[in-house]
């Protein structure tokens, strides 16, 4: 099992940054690569970023590349997102999320662990 816990989830003007990051206890955190999703009100959960389990390759949903990135410090448990030149749109509750097996990063469906979530919200 893995328990994951996001934090740094805030109001923010739209051009601001914040860091959100996943602390993580349990099994193995480096064993497992990890991923960002996010979920307006009304919408499905989509992806953000995924990260391989020792941090050399990264991948971004259209929406955020250039923006948002995302890294690992496996000494430290933790998973962050790093979010530059926020957007309205950007206004989701965002999630950690762990994944034992299967290729497709951007796919909720792949991952076994999730956290709790951390509310990001952008005012205009």
């Known amino acids: 099992q893995v328990q994951l816990v996001e934090s740094g989830g805030g109001l923010v003007q739209a051009g601001g940054s914040l860091r959100l990051s996943c602390a993580a206890s349990?099994?193995?955190?480096?064993?497992?690569?990890m991923g960002w999703f996010r979920q307006a009100p009304g919408k499905e959960r989509e992806f953000v970023a995924a990260?391989?389990?020792?941090?050399?390759?990264?991948y971004y949903a259209d929406s955020v590349k250039g923006r948002f990135t995302i890294s690992r410090d496996n000494a430290k448990n933790t998973l962050y997102l790093q979010m530059s030149s926020l957007k309205p749109e950007d206004t989701a509750k965002y999630y950690c999320a762990a994944r034992t097996g299967g290729s497709l990063y951007y796919q909720a469906a792949q991952y076994d662990y999730w956290g709790q979530g951390t509310q990001v919200t952008v005012s205009s």
């Open positions: 990260i391989s389990w020792i941090g050399g390759s990264t």
């Open positions: 349990g099994r193995t955190f480096n064993s497992y690569p």
